[in-house]
């Protein structure tokens, strides 16, 4: 037992440390140096308050929120913020009936009827001005494996589609021998897992599936898995499963996969393969599109990206605020924590618990349209 | 004392002298205590009943909405989308699983549990019996979840190579027919539901045959029959109402158990093919809701949910009132 925690921790520490070494060779962002001193202008007066601040929503954003949530508190010990990580759809009803402060989501609201409700809209019916989208963390979506034998793992977005949708059912498939020249694979039956409840990670999953390889993926995206495979409950579940199982494969955000030390594969855009760190995740968000206007940040993400060097699976959690509170006292609450969420010093945080920080320009913007909460 | 004159300790009501025994029904004496007393009892079940009752409209008018916009058939249909503008959703494959997985889970534990409790009241030595007693019922003690994290942790690498012997072997068999789940079957969860309720039926079996007249039993020595001719004949016959109830009580457990079937199950995609095999995933009623209760986003939704545990509650339902019935007709004829 003692043993494998050692493990465990060694290769979190060894992949955080390599993650982030890849990431300050890179470029000149501040935030891997940050020492959370709040040197970095943006957090050089927290305001703090006195009084609590609720917050619900995704789960895949909880460990960040998590670490924002004990730096305020370090500034500000009469504040107390409470996250419930209950699912994004939950945070964003808890939202529109008033029941919390702000909401955690991982998809932006949605501006179509869904079972005939607008988000967006009812929203900013709840607010009294138009709700903001504000992009917070990224996590990335690993595809882990586990095979014996293979260390090292190229897929590309039409293989992957066809391995979830159960059409290539060997590891030794011709389609993954073209991606692995040089590797010897097993015949080994493939495994696929997904994820039982309805999840952002398989909405995103989906997503970049159906944009990257839309001749083989041919289901609708969305919450719920639509694809082949055996479902296990939540990002352990899938994990755990994985880890059990000589051939699994699965999709998890990447601090599950980091926990179980599952080997992930290398993902080939059409531009080489690329392996999943805070550089390459980096990229692709900074592609992403603002859908939104002004200070609303809804991002859309090149799921088809090929840029070179940008790891196209990605998971983007939001804060759903209200642009302007009707209660001024609470606007002031959100508007400070989430100046210190936006901060170098959280963001620099992120990369350990197996997120990736916001590209630099992105996080001016937020830093910006965060500001603008009245 | 009482074995000697063929009376056992426990009979109580009709003693050989009638007039000595209170008639119950008419024993209050008009005191404050008493009134405070049969007060309290009769609000209390009062309650009891109200709330079952409250639960069930509640269930029904949550429902029921959801239900009139179902665009598939409820019992019958294996489709489960229950979102968007032409909400879809039937229960056919979560009634299935749910009734599978319990009924192995009896076959398992009844026999194995009622065992354990002649073992404690006719066999073990007497030194034994209570401690053996206290570490049995501890069984019961043990959070759900904690069976759901051995279960995958420990017993499933165990039972992985088991499942896949009886696969190869016995294939042919609709009921242990191949399929491409490796863990969470509804084999595994039976089997550990079977675990989890054991306790509760050796407790209670345990206790009523504890209680079988001491003539009854040395009535059937005296007239030459052995240990186990005994057991047969005066222990099973007198402990079956009490095992009946013990095994509608864990039923009940084994029906409704969420917390450690959501850890282990393993769910189907959509569109999976049908099969009776027992090596399929798939989920219970109970399941089903706990792991979607994050995303109750409409009503509609919500609605199908409910409509779900609905079954389980009138599923429920209809196996303890068939146990009732059973006990009672048991009854009639023993008198």
Request: proline letters at 5%.
């Given at each position: 037992?003692?043993?494998?925690?050692?493990?465990?921790?060694?290769?979190?520490?060894?992949?955080?440390?390599?993650?982030?070494?890849?990431?300050?060779?890179?470029?000149?962002?501040?935030?891997?140096?940050?020492?959370?001193?709040?040197?970095?202008?943006?957090?050089?007066?927290?305001?703090?308050?006195?009084?609590?601040?609720?917050?619900?929503?995704?789960?895949?954003?909880?460990?960040?929120?998590?670490?924002?949530?004990?730096?305020?508190?370090?500034?500000?010990?009469?504040?107390?913020?409470?996250?419930?990580?209950?699912?994004?759809?939950?945070?964003?009803?808890?939202?529109?009936?008033?029941?919390?402060?702000?909401?955690?989501?991982?998809?932006?609201?949605?501006?179509?009827?869904?079972?005939?409700?607008?988000?967006?809209?009812?929203?900013?019916?709840?607010?009294?001005?138009?709700?903001?989208?504000?992009?917070?963390?990224?996590?990335?979506?690993?595809?882990?494996?586990?095979?014996?034998?293979?260390?090292?793992?190229?897929?590309?977005?039409?293989?992957?589609?066809?391995?979830?949708?159960?059409?290539?059912?060997?590891?030794?498939?011709?389609?993954?021998?073209?991606?692995?020249?040089?590797?010897?694979?097993?015949?080994?039956?493939?495994?696929?897992?997904?994820?039982?409840?309805?999840?952002?990670?398989?909405?995103?999953?989906?997503?970049?599936?159906?944009?990257?390889?839309?001749?083989?993926?041919?289901?609708?995206?969305?919450?719920?898995?639509?694809?082949?495979?055996?479902?296990?409950?939540?990002?352990?579940?899938?994990?755990?499963?994985?880890?059990?199982?000589?051939?699994?494969?699965?999709?998890?955000?990447?601090?599950?996969?980091?926990?179980?030390?599952?080997?992930?594969?290398?993902?080939?855009?059409?531009?080489?393969?690329?392996?999943?760190?805070?550089?390459?995740?980096?990229?692709?968000?900074?592609?992403?599109?603002?859908?939104?206007?002004?200070?609303?940040?809804?991002?859309?993400?090149?799921?088809?990206?090929?840029?070179?060097?940008?790891?196209?699976?990605?998971?983007?959690?939001?804060?759903?605020?209200?642009?302007?509170?009707?209660?001024?006292?609470?606007?002031?609450?959100?508007?400070?924590?989430?100046?210190?969420?936006?901060?170098?010093?959280?963001?620099?945080?992120?990369?350990?618990?197996?997120?990736?920080?916001?590209?630099?320009?992105?996080?001016?913007?937020?830093?910006?349209?965060?500001?603008?909460?009245? | 004392?009482?074995?000697?004159?063929?009376?056992?300790?426990?009979?109580?009501?009709?003693?050989?002298?009638?007039?000595?025994?209170?008639?119950?029904?008419?024993?209050?004496?008009?005191?404050?205590?008493?009134?405070?007393?049969?007060?309290?009892?009769?609000?209390?079940?009062?309650?009891?009943?109200?709330?079952?009752?409250?639960?069930?409209?509640?269930?029904?008018?949550?429902?029921?909405?959801?239900?009139?916009?179902?665009?598939?058939?409820?019992?019958?249909?294996?489709?489960?989308?229950?979102?968007?503008?032409?909400?879809?959703?039937?229960?056919?494959?979560?009634?299935?699983?749910?009734?599978?997985?319990?009924?192995?889970?009896?076959?398992?534990?009844v026999?194995?549990g009622v065992?354990?409790a002649?073992?404690?009241?006719?066999?073990?030595?007497?030194?034994?019996?209570?401690?053996?007693?206290?570490?049995?019922d501890?069984?019961a003690?043990?959070?759900?979840?904690?069976?759901?994290?051995?279960?995958?942790?420990?017993?499933?690498?165990?039972?992985?190579?088991?499942?896949?012997?009886?696969?190869?072997?016995?294939?042919?068999?609709?009921?242990?027919?191949?399929?491409?789940?490796?863990?969470?079957?509804?084999?595994?969860?039976?089997?550990?539901?079977?675990?989890?309720v054991?306790p509760i039926v050796t407790a209670l079996s345990r206790e009523i045959f504890g209680?079988?007249?001491?003539?009854?039993?040395?009535?059937?020595?005296?007239?030459?029959?052995?240990?186990?001719?005994?057991?047969?004949?005066?222990?099973?016959?007198?402990g079956?109402p009490g095992v009946i109830s013990a095994a509608m009580l864990a039923?009940?457990?084994?029906?409704?158990?969420?917390?450690?079937?959501?850890?282990?199950?393993?769910?189907?995609?959509?569109?999976?093919?049908?099969?009776?095999?027992?090596?399929?995933?798939?989920?219970?009623?109970?399941?089903?809701?706990?792991?979607?209760?994050?995303?109750?986003?409409?009503?509609?939704?919500?609605?199908?949910?409910?409509?779900?545990?609905?079954?389980?509650?009138?599923?429920?339902?209809?196996?303890?009132?068939?146990?009732?019935?059973?006990?009672?007709?048991?009854?009639?004829?023993?008198?």
């Amino acid at each position: 037992m003692s043993v494998s925690r050692t493990t465990v921790l060694g290769a979190l520490a060894l992949s955080g440390a390599l993650l982030l070494s890849a990431c300050a060779s890179e470029n000149n962002s501040p935030a891997p140096a940050a020492g959370g001193s709040g040197s970095s202008g943006s957090t050089g007066s927290t305001d703090c308050f006195s009084g609590n601040l609720k917050a619900e929503g995704s789960s895949a954003q909880k460990n960040a929120i998590d670490e924002a949530i004990s730096v305020f508190q370090t500034k500000c010990a009469d504040a107390t913020i409470d996250y419930n990580p209950s699912g994004s759809g939950s945070g964003i009803k808890q939202f529109i009936a008033k029941q919390v402060d702000f909401a955690g989501s991982d998809s932006a609201l949605k501006t179509v009827a869904v079972d005939g409700l607008v988000e967006a809209d009812d929203a900013a019916k709840a607010c009294g001005s138009p709700a903001w989208n504000l992009p917070m963390v990224t996590g990335p979506i690993a595809v882990a494996y586990n095979v014996a034998g293979v260390d090292k793992l190229v897929l590309d977005a039409e293989v992957t589609a066809k391995i979830f949708d159960g059409k290539v059912t060997t590891w030794n498939d011709p389609a993954i021998a073209k991606l692995n020249a040089g590797v010897k694979l097993p015949s080994t039956p493939i495994k696929v897992y997904f994820r039982s409840d309805d999840s952002g990670t398989t909405e995103n999953f989906t997503k970049y599936l159906k944009a990257a390889a839309p001749d083989a993926w041919s289901y609708e995206t969305g919450k719920k898995w639509t694809g082949k495979g055996e479902g296990k409950e939540k990002s352990a579940g899938v994990a755990t499963a994985v880890k059990g199982q000589d051939g699994g494969i699965t999709y998890v955000e990447l601090s599950y996969a980091k926990q179980n030390t599952l080997k992930m594969a290398e993902i080939d855009t059409g531009s080489g393969p690329v392996e999943l760190n805070a550089e390459s995740v980096g990229k692709t968000v900074a592609t992403a599109k603002p859908v939104g206007s002004g200070n609303d940040l809804a991002l859309k993400i090149d799921y088809a990206t090929k840029e070179a060097g940008a790891y196209p699976i990605i998971l983007v959690t939001y804060e759903v605020v209200c642009s302007k509170y009707s209660d001024a006292a609470q606007g002031s609450k959100v508007r400070a924590f989430l100046t210190t969420f936006a901060s170098d010093a959280v963001q620099g945080q992120l990369e350990e618990l197996g997120y990736a920080p916001l590209p630099t320009e992105v996080a001016t913007k937020v830093q910006t349209a965060v500001k603008a909460i009245s | 004392m009482s074995s000697v004159t063929g009376v056992p300790t426990v009979n109580d009501g009709e003693g050989p002298d009638g007039q000595r025994v209170p008639q119950a029904d008419r024993a209050s004496t008009g005191r404050l205590g008493d009134r405070l007393f049969g007060g309290a009892a009769t609000a209390s079940g009062v309650i009891v009943i109200a709330m079952v009752t409250l639960i069930a409209t509640f269930l029904i008018i949550q429902a029921v909405p959801a239900l009139m916009n179902n665009q598939e058939n409820f019992l019958t249909s294996r489709v489960w989308s229950p979102g968007g503008e032409e909400p879809g959703f039937g229960i056919l494959e979560f009634l299935w699983t749910t009734v599978a997985a319990a009924t192995i889970a009896m076959l398992i534990a009844v026999p194995f549990g009622v065992a354990v409790a002649l073992f404690l009241t006719q066999y073990a030595p007497a030194w034994m019996r209570g401690p053996a007693a206290a570490l049995v019922d501890l069984l019961a003690a043990v959070p759900s979840i904690v069976y759901g994290l051995w279960g995958l942790i420990t017993f499933a690498p165990f039972f992985k190579p088991f499942q896949g012997w009886l696969e190869s072997t016995f294939g042919w068999f609709p009921l242990l027919a191949q399929t491409g789940i490796t863990g969470g079957t509804i084999l595994f969860i039976g089997i550990v539901l079977s675990i989890m309720v054991v306790p509760i039926v050796t407790a209670l079996s345990r206790e009523i045959f504890g209680q079988t007249p001491l003539a009854h039993k040395e009535g059937a020595l005296a007239l030459g029959a052995t240990h186990w001719e005994m057991i047969r004949t005066t222990v099973l016959p007198f402990g079956r109402p009490g095992v009946i109830s013990a095994a509608m009580l864990a039923l009940g457990r084994a029906l409704g158990e969420t917390l450690a079937v959501t850890f282990l199950v393993s769910s189907l995609p959509n569109g999976a093919a049908w099969t009776w095999s027992l090596f399929n995933g798939g989920e219970t009623f109970a399941s089903k809701i706990a792991n979607n209760a994050a995303e109750f986003s409409s009503p509609t939704r919500t609605g199908a949910y409910i409509a779900a545990g609905l079954v389980l509650f009138v599923l429920t339902f209809a196996v303890n009132s068939i146990a009732r019935i059973v006990i009672e007709r048991r009854k009639a004829f023993s008198e």
